[in-house]
């Protein structure tokens, strides 16, 4: 064989092995390259290597200086396209990437329980025509106690029973007092009336908050649900309706309802509302009708308008609908419980 002749075959080669390896498009195409050119048994190289013995002896040294440059030109060009493809390489598509598998999830939040269950509260009252009011969380004593009918000296009002903010100053409504995170959102029947005339029907949702040591029925933070009627003529019958098709409507058809006596300083007179629930009764909160004291610390005249007002524990609610036994589980921030809702 002529050395000439070889030396093009080589050429030829290492040419063909470096555009086999630069367009391979993953692991597994370069693979099938580096055999195809330096396999050991049936390599492209190997055959090109046999023809040596056919080189005349004069030009063998030659032929074999070249045969080395394009063996290690060719070994060259694979580590170079194999290293391309190890550090994602130039290509668009990964190496064993699949496009017919399907793509990640990604993993979206979704809505605690306790704020499904206030949307939930505030779908039902909404359609018994309440609208949803808000109020500040930090409060003054004047909107927490003072015109609710609560007296400066009311056990309710123990710097041990409330979370004074002592640093907090004056309030800003009244400028006296101390300011506290509210302890019912009885505070926000207060900042309605100030603000409108009745015919009044809303509920507040939000977050009360009282130095309870957590076990499995307290929390130092939980939510109410509040509600507000104030127009002419409003009876405890037209209360204890809300009260049972609201009951009906969240926990199940035909929820019985009961009101025991009691007593809070803003309604006269006052109830605990307890529904029946898989046989025995719970305590859900208070209501009652709204004390005059309340209409005469906002400016109403109670000889004019009458109302009834609730507070029920949205925590509470959601627990018994769901089967929770421990409120400490809705504030673990523990996704395997918090997933299942
Ligand atoms: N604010 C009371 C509490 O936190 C609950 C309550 C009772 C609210 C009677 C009311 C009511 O509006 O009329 O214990």
Redesign the pocket.
Known sequence: MSLQIFLDRLDQLQSDAQNAFDGAAGIDALEDARVTFLGAKNGQFKDVQKMLGGIDSADKRTAGMRLNEVKKAINDAFETAQAQLDSGGDSQIEPGFDPSLPGHQPQLGHIHPITQTIDHLTEIMGRMGFEVAEGPEVEDPFHNFVALNIPEDHPARDPLDNFYLATAGKSADTGEGDALLR????TV?IRVMQSRQPPIRIISLGR?YRPDAPDATHFPMFH?M??LYVDTNVTMANLKTVLRVFANNYLGDDVEIRFRPSF?P??EP?VEVDFLWNGSWIEF????MIDPNVFAAVGYDPEKVSGF???LGVERLCMRRHGITDIRDLYSGDLRFLQQF
């Open positions: 302890s019912q959102t009885s029947q009360v109410q509040e509600g809070f803003f309604t006052s909160g208070g209501a009652g007002a609730f507070g």
